[in-house]
């Protein structure tokens, strides 16, 4: 009897002891890389019209100003909606008529990467930039890095909470990759 309920406890400590760890984090995909944010610079060509065309910070609030058009709200717009949102305030007044715009993304904001890497600091973001990779640029893991609490700060995340992420997860402009160190 003793045999049993001794084998019990160490199946009930077993089973306890892997549900409370939950599994591995696992890829996370990041939505709306296709977005304009606030910090990327954007080549905007007004064709015909060189005054117009020129580089373009998109500001704290989301905007860009551009003469005979204003302040503009680009953030949260692909590139492609940013072009219709230009060209129809161009074309308001009558000064421009039936404007080409062509709106791309010559900067995005830099990825950070603190902690436990050999040269912490920001980076250039890449499109489909996982963690890992940002690991890679920032000269890889010291000696104390621990590998397995791996987190990200999202830019977009007013909280600015530490999410738990794997190497395989995807980094978006603006986010802060943290590697925590290892106390052993």
Request: proline share 7%.
């Amino acid at each position: 009897m003793r045999m049993r309920s001794t084998g019990l406890i160490a199946t009930i400590a077993l089973t306890l002891s892997g549900c409370t760890a939950g599994p591995p984090p696992g890829p996370q995909v990041v939505s709306g890389l296709d977005r304009l944010r606030s910090g990327d610079t954007v080549t905007i060509t007004v064709f015909g019209q060189p005054d117009l065309t020129g580089d373009q910070l998109i500001d704290s609030h989301g905007e860009v100003s551009v003469l005979l058009a204003g302040r503009t709200k680009f953030a949260g717009l692909t590139p492609a909606e940013a072009e219709v949102t230009l060209a129809s305030e161009l074309s308001k007044g009558g000064v421009i008529v039936n404007p080409s715009v062509s709106v791309r993304v010559s900067h995005h904001m830099s990825v950070y990467i603190v902690g436990e890497v050999t040269k912490p600091g920001s980076y250039d973001w890449a499109n489909d930039l996982r963690v890992v990779n940002a690991v890679a640029l920032a000269g890889g893991y010291t000696y104390r890095a621990r590998k397995d609490e791996l987190r990200v700060i999202r830019y977009d995340d007013p909280t600015k909470a530490e999410l738990p992420v794997d190497q395989t997860t995807q980094v978006a402009p603006g986010d802060t990759v943290v590697v925590p160190e290892r106390w052993y």
